[in-house]
């Protein structure tokens, strides 16, 4: 009997940790991977307000990239998506090379780059709105200063308003970029950029041949992380510009919530759901295959 108290009392030390975080783990579980099989079933029916769980095959896949504002909100996305990683990358490099020189007051530099990231997009959405409203931001600050036929109205412009959301996130997420730069630019060994000096190699020369090369793995990193942010993005465009002017900022994130919430057609956002997780996958299985390959090799 006491040995059996001393080896259950072994036991429930060793397995502590794991019976205390179980209840946790199973609902995270179930709300995270539970709700996301649910989904892709439901997109396989013809729900509307309230779901219904008789299979309709994939009609409302068919019927999802047959709806011209889903078509719209793709276009969007790829708008967004690519000009979005495109200047981030490239003011994300500029100012961690800038950092990278160890200047006077580089503390507060940072702090003052990676400030918008840590604001929600719901408030960089506001400001920019106050920002870029033609009767209050940019263009009435410089027809006050004398400036009359100055024109900045791609808030309120069909054609132009998708790069607004493009100017409020990079302003967001560029900070958080050059934060990944810098650490991997420091993580060097400064010998490598002693020795290239050595030979001649010019300051241009150390970070464009050397230097930038060997940050493949941040780049890739950027990329996954800056994908997707663009692909879930919903409170900076709500914030921001509704959607609008009619539908053209509308996304697939917002396409999904109205479509769910204002048309009560469950099934159908759920397929846009469904098309946005794979998207997601699309670039997130690479990097967890190519993280893990790396341990691996190491």
């Keep these: 009997m006491a040995f059996l108290l001393f080896f259950m009392l072994k036991w429930l030390e060793k397995n502590l940790p794991k019976i205390v975080l179980a209840p946790a783990v199973g609902l995270i579980s179930w709300f995270i991977y539970g709700f ?118 791609w808030l309120v412009n069909r054609e132009m308003a998708i790069y607004t959301i493009v100017i409020a996130g990079v302003w967001q997420s560029s900070g958080f970029v050059m934060a990944l730069f810098l650490a991997g630019l420091r993580s060097i060994d400064d010998e490598i950029v002693k020795a290239a000096k050595i030979d001649g190699a010019s300051l241009f020369t150390v970070y464009w041949k050397i230097l930038i090369p060997m940050m493949r793995p941040v780049f890739f990193t950027s990329f996954v992380i800056l994908v997707h942010i663009s692909i879930k993005s919903y409170d900076l465009i709500v914030a921001l510009t509704q959607g609008g002017p009619g539908i053209s900022t509308t996304m697939p994130a917002l396409f999904m919530t109205q479509t769910a919430f204002h048309k009560s057609q469950v099934a159908l956002s759920a397929a846009s759901a469904i098309m946005m997780f794979m998207a997601v996958a699309a670039v997130i299985i690479p990097y967890l295959y190519s993280e893990l390959r790396r341990e691996n090799v190491r």
């Design 36 to 153: 996301i099989l649910w989904t892709f079933y439901i997109s396989f029916t013809n729900s509307k307000i309230l779901p219904k769980y008789e299979l309709w095959g994939v009609g409302q896949y068919v019927k999802l990239w047959k709806t011209h504002k889903w078509l719209i909100a793709v276009d969007n996305l790829l708008i967004f998506t690519v000009l979005f990683l495109i200047i981030c990358i490239v003011i994300g490099v500029i100012l961690a090379i800038f950092l990278d020189q160890k200047i006077r007051a580089e503390g507060v530099l940072r702090t003052v780059y990676l400030y918008p990231m840590a604001l929600s997009f719901i408030v960089t959405g506001t400001a920019w709105k106050w920002i870029l409203n033609p009767t209050l931001g940019i263009q009435k600050l410089f027809i006050d200063m004398g400036f009359e036929n100055f024109t900045f109205d």
